[in-house]
């Protein structure tokens, strides 16, 4: 993903939907240049094309929360990848960071097992053959597209990781890390006691929210990768609690 990729799903992000010849303009760059990056956008699944203008793709919430800051949420994917190694059996909520951590692990990784209560991300991976996906069962929730409830914690029980990542939309001394919807998070909680580590992969800002429910206690995470704008306060806790923090720029 380049800089001007980037550049255009942070407009896209903004105005919902740009010209082509605005682009071109804004960027300083020839149409047939942008009409390139806007093919492998799309190729991507990231955006939609039309006839002289592109517009995020809104077929799901997933994919615009993808193209929200995707350089950093890329390059925390990437570092959170350093830790698998070919062979391993690991599990990933839904969220975008996940999403991308999974894409990463398709592309870099052989013979891996990715249990995931995500439908998005085991559609976001499926072209990939290095993986092996299991979908956890459970109720689907339409706009985040994960299973959660009871059936998914049953299913989950069957298995047993070294590794569980997770997204989170917020954090705090007083609460830990937090979520936004009290099904998804109850079904991080199940997900978690079967993982020796869990690891948080979030962008920054997360930092400076905090959730309407709670998700994880501070104790039972194991390391957070994240970038290098978390707050100073927050990153100093987190080493306090004997949490590792891996940071990208």
Same mark, same amino acid.
């Given at each position: 993903?380049?800089? %001007?990729?980037?550049?255009?799903?942070?407009?896209?992000?903004?105005?919902?939907?740009?010209?082509?010849?605005?682009?071109?303009?804004?960027?300083?760059?020839?149409?047939?240049?942008? %009409?390139?990056?806007?093919?492998?956008?799309? @190729?991507?699944?990231?955006?939609?094309?039309?006839?002289?203008?592109?517009?995020? @793709?809104?077929?799901?919430?997933? @994919?615009? *929360?993808?193209?929200?800051?995707?350089?950093?949420?890329?390059?925390?994917?990437?570092?959170?990848?350093?830790?698998? *190694?070919?062979?391993?059996?690991?599990?990933?909520?839904?969220?975008?960071?996940?999403?991308?951590?999974?894409?990463?692990?398709?592309?870099?990784?052989?013979?891996?097992?990715?249990?995931?209560?995500?439908?998005?991300?085991?559609?976001?991976?499926?072209?990939?053959?290095?993986? *092996?996906?299991?979908?956890?069962?459970?109720?689907?929730?339409?706009?985040?597209?994960?299973?959660?409830?009871?059936?998914?914690?049953?299913?989950?029980?069957?298995?047993?990781?070294?590794?569980?990542?997770?997204?989170?939309?917020?954090?705090?001394?007083?609460?830990?890390?937090?979520?936004?919807?009290?099904? *998804?998070?109850?079904?991080? %909680?199940?997900?978690?006691?079967?993982?020796?580590?869990?690891?948080?992969?979030?962008?920054?800002?997360?930092?400076? @929210?905090?959730?309407?429910?709670?998700?994880?206690?501070?104790?039972?995470?194991?390391?957070?990768?994240?970038?290098?704008?978390?707050?100073?306060?927050?990153?100093?806790?987190?080493?306090?609690?004997?949490?590792?923090?891996?940071?990208?720029?």
């Amino acid at each position: 993903m380049s800089e %001007r990729h980037t550049q255009i799903l942070e407009l896209l992000t903004e105005q919902k939907r740009v010209e082509v010849t605005e682009l071109s303009e804004l960027l300083h760059v020839s149409q047939v240049t942008i %009409r390139k990056d806007l093919d492998q956008l799309e @190729n991507a699944g990231l955006i939609l094309r039309a006839h002289g203008f592109a517009t995020l @793709n809104s077929s799901d919430d997933m @994919n615009n *929360r993808l193209a929200y800051h995707y350089d950093v949420k890329q390059k925390i994917a990437k570092l959170a990848c350093e830790s698998i *190694r070919d062979g391993e059996t690991i599990m990933i909520e839904s969220g975008s960071c996940c999403a991308l951590l999974a894409l990463e692990i398709a592309k870099t990784r052989k013979e891996i097992t990715i249990i995931t209560n995500s439908a998005f991300i085991a559609d976001y991976v499926r072209k990939t053959e290095k993986i *092996r996906i299991i979908l956890l069962g459970g109720e689907y929730q339409l706009e985040s597209q994960v299973m959660v409830g009871p059936l998914t914690r049953k299913c989950v029980e069957a298995f047993f990781v070294d590794k569980f990542f997770i997204g989170t939309d917020g954090f705090s001394e007083a609460s830990g890390f937090t979520g936004n919807d009290y099904m *998804r998070s109850e079904t991080v %909680r199940d997900m978690s006691k079967q993982a020796k580590h869990v690891i948080v992969v979030t962008e920054s800002s997360k930092f400076q @929210n905090i959730g309407l429910v709670n998700l994880l206690p501070t104790h039972d995470v194991s390391c957070v990768v994240t970038d290098s704008a978390i707050p100073i306060q927050c990153e100093q806790y987190l080493l306090e609690q004997k949490i590792e923090v891996k940071k990208v720029s």
